[in-house]
């Protein structure tokens, strides 16, 4: 329980921290630490060098925009989930946030770092794949952003390359009319989710359902986005084809057995969950 010899560095800004990743073997980008201590302290992780970037006050920042919630690299899950402006204009953020582990992780750990570490049980991936977010990376060569789609790669594997930076996430805010939530079945709250999903409705003027999608979290080596429009458009939310959602995301996702569940619970799970979950942002 105790992690490999390393070398600790903390840089001043940005720039420094980028000269540190380029010029460096083997480091890896200290944040929150929530998800990298643990994986040094068991040997999965071995780096050579850590970059403290908790401090950087480049990094300490959510702008909340037309576009959506921008959050910097060194907000912590508790600090959005206690922002007002970026909740209001995200409300997807929140509801999701509160499942992130315990209070205790959600004091350190940070929301770019959790999406940087890419656990295919992470909420966060879930809500910025469902929004269709980006991700901004930096290096020496300059910055580039990269879509939620192109950015989940694998199992706790990111298109973030080993001399880059994740410096902010964007999560887009819905359109007018949508509304959206954020469910989980674990065996204890805080535990991974044997099964979660996120869920954005389009509601149309006379209060029936437009269009409807589903994030799922625990099903693949990376969030799964479904849409489930045609079974749910134009229908009252309390009409809902519970059956049928249920028979369609059950027959798209594809999860596999573990020590928490079996594949064919999950799977049950991720029908179930489709409903609640759509049901519950409708009204």
Same mark, same amino acid.
């Given at each position: 329980?105790?992690?490999?010899?390393?070398?600790?560095?903390?840089?001043?800004?940005?720039?420094?921290?980028?000269?540190?990743?380029?010029?460096?073997?083997?480091?890896?980008?200290?944040?929150?630490?929530?998800?990298?201590?643990?994986?040094?302290?068991?040997?999965?992780?071995?780096?050579?060098?850590?970059?403290?970037?908790?401090?950087?006050?480049?990094?300490?920042?959510?702008?909340?925009?037309?576009?959506?919630?921008v959050?910097?690299?060194?907000?912590?899950?508790?600090?959005?989930?206690?922002?007002?402006?970026?909740?209001?204009?995200? /409300?997807? +953020? *929140?509801?999701?946030? &509160?499942?992130?582990?315990? !209070? $205790?992780? #959600?004091?350190? @750990?940070?929301?770019?770092?959790?999406?940087?570490?890419?656990?295919?049980?992470?909420?966060?991936?879930?809500v910025?794949?469902?929004?269709?977010?980006?991700?901004?990376?930096?290096?020496?060569?300059?910055?580039?952003?990269?879509?939620?789609?192109?950015?989940?790669?694998?199992?706790?594997?990111?298109?973030?390359?080993?001399?880059?930076?994740?410096?902010?996430?964007?999560? /887009?805010? +819905? *359109?007018?009319?949508? &509304?959206?939530?954020?469910? !989980? $079945?674990? #065996?204890?709250? @805080?535990?991974?989710?044997?099964?979660?999903?996120?869920?954005?409705?389009?509601?149309?003027?006379?209060?029936?359902?437009?269009?409807a999608?589903?994030?799922?979290?625990?099903?693949?080596?990376?969030?799964?986005?479904?849409?489930?429009?045609?079974?749910?458009?134009?229908?009252?939310?309390?009409?809902?084809?519970?059956?049928?959602?249920?028979?369609?995301?059950?027959?798209?996702?594809?999860?596999?057995?573990?020590?928490?569940?079996?594949?064919?619970?999950?799977?049950?799970?991720? @029908?179930?969950?489709?409903?609640?979950?759509?049901?519950?942002?409708?009204?």
């Amino acid at each position: 329980m105790k992690p490999a010899p390393f070398e600790y560095h903390r840089p001043a800004d940005v720039a420094e921290a980028l000269d540190m990743l380029a010029g460096l073997e083997e480091a890896k980008v200290l944040a929150g630490g929530q998800s990298l201590v643990p994986l040094m302290n068991f040997r999965l992780a071995t780096p050579a060098h850590l970059v403290d970037i908790s401090r950087l006050a480049e990094l300490r920042h959510v702008d909340v925009t037309e576009r959506g919630v921008v959050v910097g690299a060194s907000i912590t899950h508790a600090e959005l989930m206690g922002h007002e402006a970026a909740n209001e204009a995200c /409300p997807l +953020l *929140g509801r999701a946030l &509160r499942f992130v582990a315990h !209070e $205790v992780v #959600r004091n350190r @750990g940070t929301t770019c770092g959790s999406l940087a570490h890419a656990d295919p049980s992470g909420e966060l991936t879930a809500v910025l794949a469902l929004l269709g977010g980006e991700v901004t990376l930096a290096s020496q060569s300059g910055e580039r952003t990269v879509g939620a789609a192109d950015f989940f790669v694998g199992y706790l594997q990111s298109a973030c390359g080993d001399e880059e930076l994740v410096t902010s996430a964007l999560f /887009p805010r +819905l *359109g007018e009319g949508s &509304r959206s939530t954020f469910v !989980e $079945v674990a #065996r204890r709250h @805080g535990d991974y989710a044997m099964c979660g999903a996120a869920a954005a409705v389009e509601v149309a003027g006379d209060g029936t359902i437009a269009a409807a999608r589903l994030a799922y979290i625990s099903m693949a080596p990376g969030p799964v986005v479904i849409d489930v429009g045609e079974v749910v458009q134009g229908r009252a939310p309390a009409d809902v084809d519970l059956a049928g959602m249920y028979d369609l995301v059950s027959s798209v996702v594809d999860p596999r057995d573990d020590i928490h569940a079996s594949a064919n619970y999950r799977r049950h799970l991720a @029908g179930v969950l489709a409903g609640r979950a759509i049901t519950e942002a409708a009204a």
